[in-house]
């Protein structure tokens, strides 16, 4: 019996923390997400510009720093690659006001 009620009582915690989480910060984690994949595909064209015309780093440091960037590389030729729409850029200009 005091299992059941103990077992209800960390649904509702549960239930009740996902709710909070839901209402205040799903929206925070979502921006911060984006922002950091930003970042990310940033860092990528400053160390793989040369792949695409840019050639903004030495390849020095371009080798260097391959053994690190190359689980992401895949990624971000795909992301790079993909056609982007209309809507894709109004959530840019959001983001700058």
Avoid at 32 to 43: I, T
Wanted: charged share 30%.
């Amino acid at each position: 019996m005091r299992e059941s009620i103990r077992e209800k009582i960390r649904l509702a915690r549960r239930v009740v923390g996902e709710i909070f989480y839901g209402m205040v910060l799903h929206d925070m984690v979502l921006g911060l997400r984006r922002q950091r994949g930003e970042v990310e595909r940033l860092f990528a064209l400053i160390l793989f510009g040369d792949m695409i015309g840019l050639p903004i780093l030495p390849p020095y440091y371009t080798l260097r720093l391959l053994p690190y960037v190359m689980p992401a590389l895949h990624r971000w030729k795909r992301s790079l690659l993909r056609e982007r729409d209309l809507t894709d850029l109004a959530e840019l200009i959001e983001a700058v006001d």
